[in-house]
């Protein structure tokens, strides 16, 4: 059994450790309830389920999911922004809303309910990073129609700590105030927690010394295990994956627990499938495909099967923590932004790997893919050199240049040039990073 930092903690024992018989039966009333629910109230799933020639009385055990129409991203925005509503906006208490990168935002309207079932979700994710009621949460998600700030808000008063709503920005305050209020959770994006860690040792603050952070949820935006590797040993804290999306609930619908075995999936309100991106099929289990979310318990918007573009596998079976849900495995990239590079398929992700495995380097990356004129797809990377290896100069520079260039080429296939920067020159985000420039949309 893999080693655990900390003894497992669940928040509701009963329906994270439903046996999955049990959980399976309750999914499936839950589901049914949903699907009449949207066929009788929403236009767009009548059409689309009597097009499938589906009626709700069809749907009688999990399997019959696949009867079901997808729901898209474009489905959203043909209906934007209340056209998916199955109560009176009277009934909806909070909207949030993501934005893409293109066109209108995507809605998250919430009920009384759903808030509700938020609260639980998340209180759920700070139980399984270890959270109680006697830690100081230090949340620098962005608060405002970005479901970050205020999920994890809801979630930590619904544990009971001591939450202090910083939101993102002003790095160097967030580091005075996470020392004198003894922060002991750290909630932000993962490329955040670097901007917080760089500024804490540029202001000579030592975080062994000083802080008492001990926890870190981090999510909104992929990052890998060598990522997290750089977070645990610069922040010392032990990092948990969280994931989420607005079309669902926002943050909360999976999250790592002390075994970091993938992440537990809500299975009691999110049930989750996994299908091929392009013919829509479900894949074999254990294997990639395209994560797609049917919302069983949500009042105000539910959505069926909605495709997430995310790339995950799915595991089934039983975590050493109890809990009886599915896991999730680390977003593996999208499948929307699958760079196809000289007709080779690139993941972000593969890069990142590669880059920090190298030493000398900071995790600060940009991936820029250009088209010149007439001429191939160019990959170019850039990556931040450390203080240290910038001042030994510039022939251990292109050293690690060539090293990077080696390795990249190993990996993925594909030469690419590789420009190793001055430390600090790759602009910081507060939120989610934005670490790939394709310039090729511009020029096409
Ligand atoms: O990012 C909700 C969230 C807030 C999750 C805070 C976790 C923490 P959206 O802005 O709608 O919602 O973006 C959803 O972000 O489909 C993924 O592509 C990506 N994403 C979210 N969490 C992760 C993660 C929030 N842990 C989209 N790893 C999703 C990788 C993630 N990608």
Redesign the pocket.
Known sequence: MAKVKQTPLIWNKEAETMPRGELQKLQLQRLQQTVDLVYNKVPFYKKTMDERGVKPADIKSLEDLSKLPFTSKQDLRDNYPFGLLTVPLEKIIRLHA?SGTTGKP?VGPYTAKDLDTWAETMARVYTAAGATAKDVVHNG?GYGL???GL??HLGAERIGATIVPVSGGLSKRQIMLMEDFGATVLTC?PSYALVLAETAAEMGVDIQQRMRVRVGI??????TDEMREEIEAKLNVEAF???????MV??GVAVECPYHDG?HIAEDHFLPEIVDPETGELVAEGKVGELVFTSITKEGMPLLRYR???RVTLNREKCACGRTSARMS??KG?TDDMLIIRGVNVFQSSIESVLLTVDGIEPHYLIIIDRPKDRLDELEVWIEASPDLWKRGEYWVKQTEQRIYHDLNETLGITSKVKVTEPHSIQRSEG?AKRIIDRRELTA
Do not use: H, M, N
Request: no cysteine; proline share 6%.
């Open positions: 993501s995507t998600y970005f479901t970050g999920g994890f994006t981090f999510g909104a935006e992929p990052w994956d969280i994931y989420g999306l607005t079309e926002g943050p992440l997430t573009r995310d680390k977003v999208r989610k």
